[in-house]
């Protein structure tokens, strides 16, 4: 079992940066593949990105190539998103979630465990 909680959220402007942080618990997180997902109400959960569990492997939706950038310490079973640039598009609720098989995926169906979600709202 892995509960995982969010923080970081908040209002922004336009073109400024919030770091979104995922703390998880558990002491086999370097086992599991992170993901950060966005939904916006009525809306479907989309992928943002994703990190496997070496760390050697990332992917990004195209709308946040460039801007976003996922990480994950180990030491700290913690996954990051640095969210650079924001724009008013990117306007949603936060998730993280874990994937047990810990490869890259990107159907939010996929995963095992979520947060519970952190509001980002930028304004424009």
């Known amino acids: 079992q892995v509960q995982l909680v969010e923080s970081g959220g908040g209002l922004v402007q336009t073109g400024g940066s919030l770091r979104l942080s995922c703390a998880a618990s558990?002491?086999?997180?370097?086992?599991?593949?992170m993901g950060w997902f966005r939904q916006d109400p009525g809306k479907e959960r989309d992928v943002v990105a994703v990190?496997?569990?070496?760390?050697?492997?990332?992917y990004y939706a195209e709308s946040v190539k460039g801007r976003f950038t996922i990480s994950r310490d180990n030491a700290k079973n913690t996954v990051y998103l640095q969210m650079n640039s924001l724009k008013p598009e990117d306007t949603a609720v936060y998730y993280c979630?874990?994937?047990?098989?810990?490869?890259?995926?990107?159907?939010?169906?996929?995963?095992?465990?979520w947060g519970q979600g952190t509001q980002v709202t930028v304004s424009s």
């Open positions: 558990g002491r086999t997180f370097r086992n599991y593949g």
């Open positions: 979630a874990a994937d047990r098989t810990g490869v890259l995926r990107t159907n939010p169906s996929a995963y095992d465990y």
């Open positions: 990190i496997s569990r070496n760390t050697g492997s990332t």
